[in-house]
Structures are given as C-alpha cells and as structure tokens.
C-alpha cells in the first residue's frame, strides 16, 4: 500500500527549525507510519479521526499528528499535522482543527 504523503503548515514550520540529524529521524518515523498507518494511537473526543504516532529524537519523546484520508480502513493520503514534545500538543492541535 502506498500512501501519498501529504503535510500541513504547521508541520513545515515545526520541521524547519530542527537539524538536519533530527530531520532524519523525522522522516523515518513518516516512513514507519506510511508501511503501517494505524501504528500510532487513535485519538477521541474533540480529536476523533487524529492519530498521534510517538518517537524519541535526542532522548526526548516527541509527538507527531497525523490523519488518514479518506478514511482509516482504507487510506490513500497520510496528512501530517504537527510534530512537538507534549507539553501543550493536544491543546494546540485542537485549536488548529477548530
């Protein structure tokens, strides 16, 4: 199953800012998740249809938001989007889906 890859402007701004060594594992992470796109936790609630994918990077949890359109049983596009440590992730990626 291939999965095209698609991302947000939040998540492009978030990227940006890392170096080139955390950006690998970024994309590592992306690629574990478009072989196998219910690898992270599904969200409910306000954020129902998001699933939120964990990894280290530098000995420090990082989170990465994602979708699967058009929908989780049989997606075509993975939409990622945000990426950051948990302190205050959830609430700042509810603001951004409302």
Known sequence: ???RV???P???RAVKKLFARDKRTVDEAIKKIANNPTLGEEKKGDLAGVFV???KMNKQEVLLSYGLLPSKQQPRELVLFSLGSH???YDDLK???L
């Open 53 to 55: 994918f964990k990894f």
């Open 10 to 12: 939040s998540f492009n």
């Open 6 to 8: 698609l991302d947000t």
């Open 95 to 97: 603001r951004r889906r």
């Open 1 to 3: 199953m291939v999965l």
């Open 87 to 89: 302190e205050n992730f």
